[in-house]
Structures are given as structure tokens and as C-alpha cells.
């Protein structure tokens, strides 16, 4: 089944090379991935992964344990395709 995971991280190179290590080292198969940055020190990951119920509480757990991870929610049900291109920084 898949899952959108919602996840806010330190804005940080170290940081998005742990979360990719945590999928890709458990073996979770990741079908989309979106970042968007601002200009805070925070990036907002949105993860599409295939996946059972347990393992998908498993991934949590595992992410909600990164050092530079803020939140990591499940975001099946509010997160919608129009939610999800969201601009980074727009100039004026």
C-alpha cells in the first residue's frame, strides 16, 4: 500500500543523506520525493513509499530518530496533489 510521510528537517546537507540512508539501508521502496526550502533553517520532505502498516510504523519510528528530523507524520488523508507543489521562495 503506499503512504505519503510528511517529514520537516534541519535544512542541512548531512541531514537529507541520513533520511535517504534510513530508506534505502531498511529497503523501502520509494515511489515519489518532493523538497521544498525556504529560506529558515528548515526543508519539508514529502515521501511516497510502498509499504505495509508495520512497516510503515517501523519507518517512522526509525526517522523520528535522525538528529536533524523536527516531525515526521503520516499524511495520507490531508495531502492532495495541489498541496503538494508548494514554491520554495518566490522573488518580488
Given amino acids: 500500500m503506499k503512504h505519503t510521510v ?3 528537517l534541519q535544512s542541512k ?3 537529507i543523506g ?8 531498511r529497503g523501502y ?3 515519489s520525493l518532493l523538497m521544498t526550502m525556504d529560506q ?3 526543508m ?3 515521501v511516497t513509499v510502498t509499504c505495509n502498516q508495520l512497516a510503515l510504523q517501523q519507518l517512522l519510528q526509525h526517522i523520528d530518530k535522525l538528529i536533524d528530523v523536527v516531525t515526521v ?4 488523508d490531508h495531502v492532495t496533489s495541489a498541496e503538494i507543489y508548494i ?4 522573488s518580488a
Fill in 18 to 25: 541520513r533520511l535517504v540512508g534510513v530508506f534505502r539501508r
Fill in 29 to 31: 521502496q520509494i515511489e
Fill in 6 to 8: 510528511q517529514i520537516v
Fill in 13 to 15: 546537507e548531512e541531514g
Fill in 40 to 42: 529558515t533553517e528548515y
Fill in 87 to 90: 514554491p520554495a521562495h518566490q
Fill in 73 to 76: 507524520e503520516v499524511a495520507d
Fill in 44 to 46: 519539508r520532505i514529502i
